[in-house]
């Protein structure tokens, strides 16, 4: 899973129309290890938020959707004769910062997000909640949500030995 969204990036710039390399470069940068989970980075003094985004969906998705409204962009200021290495030079110049900065702890924090809200389900309607589970995995699973809710079945296990809600919906 550590490599997920190389291969989400990839397959959701292909379905946006837009250079499927190009996504899976922009998930590539997300999971280097100089600056995946590193604390202290800045881009020209600007602090980049510490996030982990190896095996996280939602921040590739959002930074592929963002790329391809660049890459348009890109598409109309290059001249004709420079469009085929200035194309990627401004997406990329001008997507990168933006996912790092703003996009990708937005994608982390949306993912925490659903997964409180699932245990608050959880929490509060009891058997019924397995099967709301249930309902809306394949959701879950199309989005790439379902990455968010490790979490939730690893605290389970750590605290019950046991996952009554994630597992079985």
Not at 63 to 78: E, K, N, P, Q
Not at 115 to 124: K, P, R, V
């Amino acid at each position: 899973f550590y490599f997920l969204p190389i291969y989400i990036g990839y397959s959701a710039a292909r379905k946006l129309g837009i250079n499927p390399m190009m996504g899976a470069y922009l998930a590539g940068i997300l999971i280097h290890k100089n600056i995946d989970g590193v604390q202290g980075l800045n881009f020209f003094g600007i602090p980049i938020t510490q996030a982990t985004y190896n095996t996280s969906v939602l921040p590739i998705i959002l930074g592929v959707l963002f790329m391809s409204i660049v890459d348009r962009f890109a598409d109309r200021v290059s001249p004709k004769e420079i469009k085929f290495f200035s194309r990627p030079l401004i997406t990329i110049l001008i997507t990168t910062p933006v996912v790092l900065i703003v996009l990708g702890p937005l994608g982390i924090i949306l993912g925490k997000y659903v997964a409180a809200a699932l245990t608050f389900i959880n929490t509060h309607l009891g058997w019924l909640s397995v099967g709301l589970m249930g309902a809306f995995t394949p959701l879950l699973v199309m989005t790439g949500m379902n990455q968010a809710l490790f979490p939730v079945v690893f605290a389970s296990f750590a605290e019950f030995n046991y996952d009554a809600f994630v597992m079985p919906g």
